[in-house]
């Protein structure tokens, strides 16, 4: 699918039109991410406890309660802060983080950025994780890692996907012939299933 703006989308993705629909904003730095590993950890489980007090404590039923809400969220946000510290490239090491919290469901929204000529394995990656069964696919990816002899390599989207029931979106944007920017949006339910 491309839009307007000719970028590439994939998966479940939230068009929001006005940068004001998001109502939290925070922006890190990859290479300080990267730096001290213990930032991601330490910035997830902050915001994940600060967003879970929007969650109503004790919870109605039907919903999460609040510290199931907080370590959903501090999984996620510490993956997509790895994410960004791990697989930033390219001359731009901004990670801008944006969140809306609404009644059914938080969503995230993560910016980095890469060199372009890794556009397509990441394309190829996304691909594979929307179009496969998450449990038949993190299996398969098990097997693999054992075999190749890799440690957890590829399975951050797919544990939140088959264990959290986090839908993501993905967003490429050309920025520049240097420069791609990539959107990360993951939405969580705040009810029961
Ligand atoms: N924010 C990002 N920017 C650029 N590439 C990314 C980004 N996030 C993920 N990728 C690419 O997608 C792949 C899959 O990411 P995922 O988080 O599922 O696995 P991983 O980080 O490689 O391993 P794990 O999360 O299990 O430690 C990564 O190996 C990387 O190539
Ligand atoms: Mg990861």
Redesign the pocket.
Known sequence: LTDASNSLIYGNWENISSSEAFTHHVNMDAKDLAAYWHRCSLSADFLAQYFALFVPDPAPTGRLRRKDVSSVLAYLLN??F???A???SGPDRTVNLDARIMSDYILIR?T?H?SPE?QA??IE??TE?LNNDPHELYFQRLEENVEQGLE????????LMKDFGVEFGFRLRSISYQDTA?D?QAKVSLLQD
């Open positions: 993956e997509l790895e994410n960004c791990k697989f930033s993560i980095n890469m890794n394995p990441f990656i996304i994780l957890g390599s590829g399975l951050g989207y797919l544990t990539v990360v």
